[in-house]
């Protein structure tokens, strides 16, 4: 922040400027910038007011600049355009209190004479805002592809409405804790790892970070002194459909409340839970799509898969076109919703043909008359002396090379190009 455009002087209120309320939230601030730099863009006044609008247009720039920022938004509400004022030095000059910045923006002082924690202050100040919450939340495919509302009940801790967080009754003055010496924050020891500790500071337990107590008589009745209190509120959160995995949802304020602090955030991260019949990549959902010998030699008519929403997918396949193991169909527009419009993914179907078992004709001629309908075998291969051998059922082509010592085995045995040109080739359904 430069200070051009206006200065502490002319004392221009940045939420009048964007005509917002002090409360307004981030997309509140958004919002009205975006109307007001539209309303003031040089380009879109006539050429008589451009040089009015282009001093307008870098003032509100500069509001949505700092109220933006939620650091240099508390630095205004606390000092005003002074804290961003160059020609004063900048925070630190004449008119700001560096300490005191640091202290609101960053939870502690710089020490000196009212600059640390217990000074005029009367204790120290906080982080602007508290901690968040976060935590996972599961959720199936079937949740995913509709959308979910989540209402549920939440035990938070509230500021005390009573005290208004001071701990104490009202007029009653506190003591400095003995235990702080009024700083809130004590040293502790903490163990890192095995043999290995750190020397931290941390908030005091006895104060609750307040820097002072007040006398057992004197203590708030609803909060016993202790500043906050116990709440179950209803909260609910809104889950789109087509969300993915590790996507975060967020209650804003919803966190616990500590005094002095805006509440922080509660945050959702969602993890998908596997599903037994589709998997799922970005948009796009896969499944196997499971048929006999028969389907695959005569083709079919009939509902292959019921999809997530509980509608069955039905699909003809012509007689004539064959499907062979490891083929692969895509129908368009049956995968995951996306979550803007009413476009959706594709479903992928893995072609898995289930033979019939050993011995399912039950005579020769059976046999005969299904090799007089299937095509011929090739040629038997010409050699000039022929064994016949014995062979293995279900051998496993990973143990080829095994224990030879051939620098080969392993995953090597098939050229690059012949994996290539062996890999499952996906037709539009």
């Known amino acids: 922040m430069d200070g051009a455009g206006f200065t502490a ?3 221009i209120d940045l939420y009048e400027l964007l005509s917002i309320d ?42 949505y600049e700092i109220l933006s920022d939620d650091d240099k938004r508390h630095l205004y509400d606390t000092h005003g355009m002074a804290a961003f004022d160059k020609s004063k030095g900048g925070p630190g000059g004449p008119e700001v209190d560096l300490n005191d910045i640091l202290s609101q923006m960053f939870g502690f002082g710089m020490g000196g ?17 508290g901690p968040n919450e976060e935590q996972e939340y599961k959720i199936t495919l ?11 009940a939440a035990n938070k801790q509230i500021v005390c409405g009573t005290c208004k967080g001071s701990g104490g009754k009202e007029k009653a003055k506190s003591a400095t804790c003995d235990r702080c010496r009024g700083q809130g924050m004590v040293d502790a020891i903490r163990q890192i790892g095995p043999g290995m500790m750190r020397r931290e500071t941390v908030m005091c337990d006895h104060c609750a970070g307040s820097g002072s107590l007040f006398k057992e ?33 967020v209650l804003e304020g919803e966190a616990d409340q500590y005094p002095d602090q805006v509440p922080g955030d509660i945050i959702f991260t969602l ?19 499971k048929i006999s010998l028969s389907e695959a030699l005569t083709g079919f008519s009939r509902t292959v898969i019921k999809h997530l929403d509980g509608r069955g997918i039905s699909l003809e396949r012509p007689r004539g076109k064959l ?22 993914g594709d479903l992928y179907l893995l072609v898995d043909i289930e033979f019939p078992e050993d011995g399912w004709l039950k005579d020769d001629a059976a046999y005969e008359t299904l090799g007089k309908m299937l095509p011929l075998p090739p040629p038997a291969v010409e050699a000039e002396e022929v064994d016949e051998v014995e062979y293995e059922d279900d051998a496993d082509i990973e143990k080829m090379g095994e224990n030879a010592g051939d620098p080969r085995f392993g995953n090597e045995w098939e050229d690059d190009d012949d994996m290539d040109d062996g890999q499952a080739q996906c037709h539009t359904q």
């Open 217 to 249: 008589k004197d203590r708030c009745r609803k909060c016993k002194g202790k500043r906050t209190v116990q709440e179950k509120k209803a909260l609910e959160i809104y889950i789109p459909r087509g969300s993915m995995q590790g996507e975060r949802i």
């Open 142 to 152: 079937e949740e995913l592809y509709r959308g979910k509302t989540v209402k549920f």
């Open 9 to 11: 002087e002319e004392e």
């Open 113 to 129: 004479p009212g600059g640390g924690p217990g000074g005029p202050g009367g204790g120290p100040r906080r982080p602007r805002k």
């Open 22 to 63: 002090k409360g307004a939230s981030s997309d509140e601030v958004k919002k009205a910038y975006r109307k007001a730099a539209l309303k003031y863009h040089p380009d879109k006044v006539p050429e008589d007011q451009r040089a009015e609008a282009e001093i307008k247009f870098k003032e509100v720039s500069q509001a």
């Open 323 to 344: 499907l062979r193991p490891g083929d692969c169909l895509k129908v368009p527009g049956e995968g995951m919703p996306l979550k803007k419009g009413d476009a959706k």
């Open 271 to 289: 993890v998908e839970e596997p599903h037994d019949t589709f998997t799922r990549l970005g948009n796009d959902l896969s499944a196997e799509l």
